[in-house]
Nanobody, 113 residues
Framework: QVQLVESGGGWVQPGGSPSLFCAASGFTFDWEPMSWYRRASGKERELVARISPHGRPSYVASVKGRFDISRDNAKNTTNLRMNNLKPDDTAVYYC???????WGQGTQVTVSS
């Protein structure tokens, strides 16, 4: 059974640098491009970052230079390090396995003073 479990969300002050974690199981993780999406209240879900099976990252323009996606193929995990958070980054963040079409349950990140 394919499963993605996110953790690490919560309330953060502007400028904070939390990390999100995604643990994957039920498929061959090494072959799978992994992504982080987010959905802000009243907005469509958007792709935030993606990492290829070999570790090549890509980012949406609004987070480039602030967010860092990584993966550990030995542990079947992908992480999203978020730096210098802004209130506009407030959203539910989802882990995604591209080829499997699998989604995690989402984790809320709220950026507020």
């Amino acid at each position: 059974q394919v499963q993605l479990v996110e953790s690490g969300g919560g309330w953060v002050q502007p400028g904070g640098s939390p990390s999100l974690f995604c643990a994957a199981s039920g498929f061959t993780f090494d072959w799978e491009p992994m992504s982080w999406y987010r959905r802000a209240s009243g907005k469509e879900r958007e792709l935030v970052a993606r990492i290829s099976p070999h570790g090549r990252p890509s980012y949406v323009a609004s987070v480039k230079g602030r967010f860092d996606i990584s993966r550990d193929n030995a542990k079947n995990t992908t992480n999203l390090r978020m730096n210098n958070l802004k209130p506009d980054d407030t959203a539910v963040y989802y882990c995604n396995a591209l080829v499997q079409g699998a989604w995690g349950q989402g984790t809320q990140v709220t950026v507020s003073s």
